[in-house]
């Protein structure tokens, strides 16, 4: 099982806000098998090795280098944190803090030193859910079923969910007339099972209020229709888990939801697509670096996504953009496509964080943009 710590919006602008040298980070593919993760502490330890080594050069005062290198030195030694891994590991640390996050993408390893953190990796995290909520709804049965990278799949308690569609509809089937129906419309099965879908609506809302993961429905036809066309909750997934659900493994919901969760980011990836089509013609598109780099300055990106394993050392101008690359990283400079990144974060932009064959051109970077520059 995954043991994963997701950064959550505010985590990740508190981040992106920091600035101060030195600022380390590292990421680290590991292993969620406990017993295999020797070789993950001491793949950890060489790149602090490499991280001291880069902030010495940097001429980084030593007394700003020991506490930083004892934060880190003090996690690899701490048994009980590697006891519980996912697939990768972020480690950000500063002589005053040190923060760690697990993660269930299968990251390269990276070691980076600046004045400022790597973040693209981390964004990865966050771009695509890895949660979601399952609702099995069948004539028989209904129930709420979260689904997560970490957990095994359990049932959400729901007060007030009708245990099936007779409880819901007040009679001993879905099928059996009514003393209150005064209609032949009234009594079909098409209004009987919308009657059905809205009292499992109602009941659900209190309990989905201020959440954006997806709900997948897991449903034969036409309840899987019928419920997502009533339902209130924003964020519905277009994909069905397909079949009667009524009696079906939470561990099979979570398969199904798993791949439903799939198909969502490759029809987002491929809106994306489109939409970068149709703004380059428009002049409002650009795989360049140094063109992305003065747009993020000026808050001009709407949408940009960047390679999650490249780096590209250099520095952007603070006031106009302009980007200087580097041969190679050091204790001063920073990823620059990083910083892209950071910028559009901060004006608003969204960030998605996605492998390099997703990105339009296939290149470090693709931006989309809210105005020509």
């Known amino acids: ?82 006891v519980e891994q996912a697939n990768s590991l972020a480690i950000f640390a500063t002589p005053e803090s040190i923060r760690t996050f ?18 693209k990796p981390l964004i990865r995290s966050v771009t695509f859910p890895h949660h979601a909520y399952v609702l099995a709804i069948g004539m028989g049965a209904v129930r709420l079923v979260e689904v997560s990278a970490e957990l095994p799949p359990h ?7 009708p245990r099936d569609a007779a409880s819901a509809l007040g009679r001993r089937s879905h099928t059996a007339k009514s003393g209150d129906m005064t209609g032949a419309g009234d009594s079909s099965e098409h209004a009987l099972l919308t009657r059905y879908a809205r009292a499992v609506d109602q009941a659900l809302r209190p309990v989905l209020a201020g959440h954006e993961r997806p709900l997948i429905v897991a449903a034969a036809e036409p309840m899987a229709s019928i419920y997502r066309s009533v339902a209130s909750y924003p964020h519905v997934a277009e994909q069905v888990i397909a079949g009667s659900a009524d009696h079906k493994p939470d561990h099979e919901l979570a398969a199904g939801a798993r791949e439903v969760l799939d198909a969502i980011y490759a029809a987002e990836i491929e809106r994306l697509a489109g939409l970068y089509a149709t703004r380059e013609t428009q002049g409002r ?42 041969e190679q990283a050091d204790g001063v400079n920073y990823g620059v496509v990083d910083e892209i990144a950071r910028r559009a974060l901060q004006s608003g932009a969204r960030v998605v964080s996605a492998r390099r064959a997703d990105i339009p051109g296939g290149g470090d970077l693709a931006a989309i943009l809210r105005y020509a520059v």
Do not use: C
């Open 1 to 82: 099982m995954l043991h994963i710590d997701l950064p959550t919006k505010a985590e990740i602008e508190k981040l992106a806000a920091h600035r101060g040298s030195p600022s380390l980070s590292i990421y680290l593919r590991t292993t969620p098998l406990t017993q295999e993760t020797r070789v993950d502490r001491l793949e950890l330890k060489n790149l602090l090795k490499a991280a001291v080594a880069e902030m010495e050069a940097a001429d980084v005062p030593k007394r700003s280098i020991w506490p930083v290198e004892q934060a880190v030195d003090a996690l690899i030694e701490d048994d009980d944190f590697w």
């Open 102 to 119: 697990r993660l269930p993408n299968k990251l390269a390893n990276i070691v980076e030193v600046s004045d400022r953190f790597h973040l």
């Open 155 to 161: 049932e959400v308690k729901v007060p007030g969910l």
């Open 285 to 326: 598109a650009t795989t360049d670096i140094a063109q992305a780099a003065r747009a993020a300055t000026f808050g001009a990106v709407d949408t940009l996504l960047v390679d999650m394993d490249a780096v590209v050392p250099g520095t952007v101008g603070d006031e106009d953009g302009a980007v200087e690359l580097a």
